[in-house]
């Protein structure tokens, strides 16, 4: 069974540091593209961050480059979110999820393989 379980979300102020984590498990870890997206209310879910089965590979949104950093451990079947920096603007569900790719080759919404059930962050000023 295929499954992804994030920790880590709370309530921070502005300009402060969060790390949120997924523990995955019922597939090789290596063989998946993990991704972070996020959905703050009434807005349309969207990527974050991406790293490839292997990690040699991120990819970034805008508004993540320079203040966040994905990782994974495939040792561990973990893959994380190191978000500093951090602005209201970043209040969202966050969302971990397994890429259907290995490579992160067109990552999104739509090429989702499975998704955990989110972990809330609130960025206060």
């Known amino acids: 069974q295929v499954r992804l379980v994030e920790s880590g979300g709370g309530s921070v102020q502005a300009g402060g540091s969060l790390r949120l984590s997924c523990a995955v498990s019922?597939?090789?870890?290596?063989?998946?593209?993990l991704a972070w997206f996020r959905q703050a209310p009434e807005k349309e879910r969207e990527g974050v961050a991406a790293i490839s089965g292997g990690g040699t590979i991120t990819d970034y949104s805008d508004s993540a480059k320079g203040r966040f950093t994905i990782s994974r451990d495939n040792a561990k079947k973990m893959v994380s979110l190191q978000m500093t920096n951090l602005k209201p603007e970043d209040t969202a569900m966050y969302y971990c999820a397994a890429i259907e790719s290995r490579f992160c080759d067109s990552w999104s919404s739509r090429t989702v393989y499975s998704w955990g059930q989110g972990t809330q962050v609130t960025v206060s000023s």
């Open positions: 019922g597939f090789p870890p290596v063989t998946k593209c």
